[in-house]
């Protein structure tokens, strides 16, 4: 059984101040059973997030990471630090960190390997451009991407992991990629690594309130990535209320 799973990246939104307010009023909500939810706010609001957090369902990503424990990496965040805080999941991999901050497959193949070293969750993300979209070039990027992440990985340790499926056009866009479609990709990136078929992959990419229903009815799609929709109670909440159906499903 995919438990479906319904995480927020925050990106670079939120004080701390703005955060606690926003956990306030998502951990006052009662969340469908079987569903899980998880927030990733940004580094600067992990401790109040961690605080704001204790005794609910809801758990706690980071947005990325570096792979060494401790070093000389001046700006850089450890996974060791990120235990210390609650954290349980962390963003592999996203587009925006391949794009401005040169993120290479190896990178990401590195962090995984020290997350789960360190017990947290990789959510690791892939997806391609809108000229790859358009090249039909979508199966080949994305099957190439997560081959490289889980590289040399026993498929029980690929199993525990999390893929988010976000093509690069459909984010922060409001043109989300049709159900059928994202399915028919997460279903060639099941395939493309032993354990996947017991991961869960999410999709992301303009994830809304009146569209999470319809995706997430997909058999491949076991939850969602959103990015602006969970910056307000209101439409992350309607999100992981349309996940209550997913998490009937046998
Ligand atoms: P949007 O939901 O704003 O399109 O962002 C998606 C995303 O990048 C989540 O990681």
Known sequence: MRH???AGNWKMHKTV????ALLRELRAATLPAGVQVVVAPPFTSLSAAHEELHGSPIELG?????QADHGPFTGEISPVMLRELGVQYVILGHSERRAY???SDDDVAWKVRAALK??????VAVGETATEHERNETIGKVTLQVRAAFAGLAAADVAKCVVAYEPIWAIGTGRNDEPESANGVIAEIRAAVEGLQDARILYGGSMKA???AALMAQ???DGGLVGSASLSAKSFLAIVEAARA???QP
């Open 4 to 6: 479906p799973l319904i």
């Open 246 to 248: 997913r998490a009937r």
């Open 219 to 221: 058999p491949q799609i």
């Open 17 to 20: 101040a703005e955060t606690r």
């Open 210 to 212: 009146d569209n999470a």
């Open 118 to 123: 360190h017990g947290i969750t990789p959510i």
């Open 101 to 103: 901050w040169n993120e």
């Open 62 to 66: 980071a947005q990325t990471m570096h």
